[in-house]
């Protein structure tokens, strides 16, 4: 089953509202979780590395005011998108890895289907 | 930067056919390396994963993948594919040094056919 749940699946907004994503490890506590977009027929591109009580790690080219990262708790990690425009549509995946034993694999959500009216 | 190039977009197979799925990396030093596999409406999943050791890495569901280290290659392969196998595969590398973060190649799409 997952161990990573994404909420939601899939959001419809008008532009210029602003859009929260949560991200949750079920099964362990993950101290870092990370966030990709993924544009239709291209790979998945690192946003950010978001690290549990202290700022996230932004890859460059992403806007850190224009993605907002929150990693609260140790099974929790929000994307906001704020002020969403039509060229934000995307999908979203978060993933997480188990810290627990050697060479863990990082676990991935269903991802969020973000679209901008 | 490391970079991760899969050469075949999509790729359309008979069932019990065999399968190759070509991955490069360019990165000069250790890597770790990974395939995925979304099938149609699902999460990534973890197909394999190779960190160290034997080269010739065996997954889940019969796939199996070798690194080559003088090619910066790690292809995937199955023997015989069935319709199931229809999804999308992704190889990502992970860089030493570089925290747990993944670079992703751009997909392959396999379809496979009855």
């Known amino acids: 089953g997952a161990v990573v749940s994404q909420h939601p699946s899939r959001v419809i907004c008008k532009s210029g509202t602003s859009v929260k994503i949560e991200c949750r490890s079920l099964?362990?506590?993950?101290?870092?979780m990370f966030w990709y977009r993924q544009f239709p027929k291209q790979s998945l591109m690192l946003m950010a590395t978001?690290?549990?009580?202290?700022?996230?790690?932004?890859e460059q080219g992403v806007e850190k005011d224009k993605f907002l990262i929150n990693h609260a708790s140790l099974t929790l990690s929000t994307l906001t998108v704020t002020s969403a425009h039509p060229e934000d549509s995307s999908f979203y995946i978060c993933?997480?890895?188990?810290?627990?034993?050697?060479?863990?694999?990082?676990?991935f959500g269903d991802g969020t289907r973000l679209s901008i009216l | 930067a490391q970079s991760v190039s899969q050469h075949n977009h999509h790729v359309i197979l008979s069932e019990a056919a065999s399968l190759e799925l070509g991955c490069n990396y360019s990165?000069?030093?250790?890597?770790?390396l990974f395939w995925y596999v979304q099938y149609p409406g699902q999460h990534l999943q973890l197909l394999l994963k190779?960190?160290?050791?034997?080269?010739l890495v065996k997954g889940i569901k019969g796939f199996e993948a070798e690194f080559i280290k003088s090619k910066f290659s790690f292809n995937l392969r199955k023997p015989s594919v069935q319709w199931s196998d229809t999804a999308e595969y992704f190889c990502?590398?992970?860089?030493?040094?570089?925290?747990?973060?993944?670079?992703f190649g751009t997909g392959t799409q396999l379809k496979v056919e009855l």
């Open positions: 993933s997480a890895r188990d810290p627990r034993g050697e060479n863990q694999p990082q676990h």
């Open positions: 099964d362990f506590q993950a101290t870092t």
């Open positions: 978001s690290n549990e009580g202290s700022k996230a790690t932004y």
């Open positions: 990165y000069g030093g250790t890597v770790n």
């Open positions: 190779y960190f160290s050791g034997d080269p």
């Open positions: 990502a590398v992970k860089t030493t040094g570089g925290g747990n973060k993944l670079t």
